[in-house]
T-cell receptor
Framework: NAGVTQTPKFQVLKTGQSMTLQCAQD?????MSWYRQDPGMGLRLIHY???????DQGEVPNGYNVSRSTTEDFPLRLLSAAPSQTSVYFC????????????FGSGTRLTVV | QQQVKQSPQSLIVQKGGISIINCAYE??????FPWYQQFPGKGPALLIA?????SEKKEGRFTISFNKSAKQFSLHIMDSQPGDSATYFC??????????FGTGTRLTVIP
């Protein structure tokens, strides 16, 4: 069981470039979400999905797009990277009710120069 | 606006001591309160969790105390060990299954 797999692990972008952070889970979890982690701010919810074809915004959605075409995959797109998007990004999944715990990926460290 | 407030930001404890981390929330729609442990370079991992209708939950050396009327909860780590050195996050889950984190506490346990 791989759990939640994120790629790439590290990425450097120039301002204005676009890219997609990949996230895949093999646990048949309905709920998936993206967080960014910044020093002193904890993890903040960017976007989430309660199932294939359904997505919604979290606390800090600006500058990011998501889609959920399958249960397994939940990619995060940066449309035009900005230095403020330098962060560590985590993807997570859970069964419908998070009481069973969220499973997090190992993260993608993104630097925008 | 931080939905879950956490303190202290950092904590240094001697081996064998008790580590205490405190959190507070305002949104009464939260219905589940987990704690996550994160080691450098890794994603957060669920440590222990509690429902608001329970005042205390203990798992091994880890105990959550919950005060619903004060909207506060805390994590106690008994007999702290160097291997417990990590960043700890309190969190809260709302009815939409969204997880909101505190700002984190970096715990260092000195041998």
């Amino acid at each position: 069981n791989a759990g939640v797999t994120q790629t790439p692990k590290f990425q450097v972008l120039k301002t204005g470039q676009s890219m997609t952070l990949q996230c895949a889970q093999d646990m048949n979890h309905e709920y998936m979400s993206w967080y960014r982690q910044d020093p002193g701010m904890g993890l903040r919810l960017i976007h989430y999905s309660v199932g294939a074809g359904i997505t919604d915004q979290g606390e800090v959605p600006n500058g990011y797009n998501v889609s959920r075409s399958t249960t397994e995959d939940f990619p995060l797109r940066l449309l035009s990277a900005a230095p403020s998007q330098t962060s560590v990004y985590f993807c997570a999944s859970s069964q419908r009710q998070g009481v069973y715990g969220y499973t997090f990926g190992s993260g993608t460290r993104l630097t925008v120069v | 606006q931080q939905q879950v407030k956490q303190s202290p930001q950092s904590l240094i404890v001697q081996k064998g001591g008790i580590s205490i981390i405190n959190c507070a929330y305002e949104n009464t729609a939260f219905d589940y309160f987990p704690w996550y442990q994160q080691f450098p370079g890794k994603g957060p991992a669920l440590l222990i969790a509690i429902r608001p209708d329970v005042s205390e939950k203990k798992e091994g050396r880890f105990t959550i105390s919950f005060n619903k009327s004060a909207k506060q909860f805390s994590l106690h780590i008994m007999d702290s060990q160097p291997g417990d050195s990590a960043t700890y996050f309190c969190a809260a889950i709302n009815g939409a299954n969204n997880l909101f984190f505190g700002t984190g506490t970096r715990l260092t346990v000195i041998p």
